[in-house]
């Protein structure tokens, strides 16, 4: 569907004081299942207006997210990428460890723009993701960039991270 045709998908309705409304993340999530139809595994999601979150069958402490984040200067950014959120920081820097040993078949799937290490903002947790600028609502083609985006995380990890 065309997102220009509804006539929902304005920036008044997207746009919130600390985010972009749910809407704006199910049409990111809509478009990601159509990139991941192939990976195996039962698809979950949560969509919210600070972002949209995905794991594969009861994986929620390692998931995908694109979500809104206050970046160092300020200003909002959006993260896109793999996290692992268990506990204990010794779990997720295990399974950040078993990634990393498999860095070269992820990083020739996602390039240099992948970063790997201690989560943004919650040194516990472990990432591998990247950093854009905020999305625009009213732009239809951001949100299909962001849905592409999140899913080349996902072709790319998920095999490993199963494994």
């Not at 192939?38 to 999601?45: A, F």
Request: hydrophobic residues 35%; charged residues 30%; contains cysteine.
């Amino acid at each position: 569907s065309d997102p220009h045709a509804d006539p929902e998908w304005k920036t008044s309705d997207c746009m919130t004081d600390d985010g972009i409304s749910r809407g704006f993340f199910e049409w990111v999530l809509d478009a990601f299942e159509g990139f991941t139809s192939s990976v195996d595994g039962q698809l979950n999601s949560s969509a919210h207006r600070r972002g949209l979150k995905v794991w594969y069958d009861d994986a929620k402490k390692e998931h995908y997210e694109a979500q809104l984040i206050k970046l160092s200067t300020g200003d909002v950014g959006l993260e896109i990428g793999f996290h692992a959120e268990h506990p204990k920081d010794d779990d997720n820097q295990v399974v950040l460890d078993r990634l990393l040993a498999h860095e070269p078949v992820w990083r020739e799937q996602l390039g240099a723009e992948a970063e790997a290490g201690v989560f943004i903002g919650a040194d516990r947790w472990r990432r591998i993701s990247e950093v854009w600028d905020a999305p625009d609502p009213d732009d239809p083609e951001s949100s299909i960039e962001i849905a592409a985006r999140l899913a080349d995380y996902v072709i790319a990890v998920e095999p490993l991270r199963r494994a």
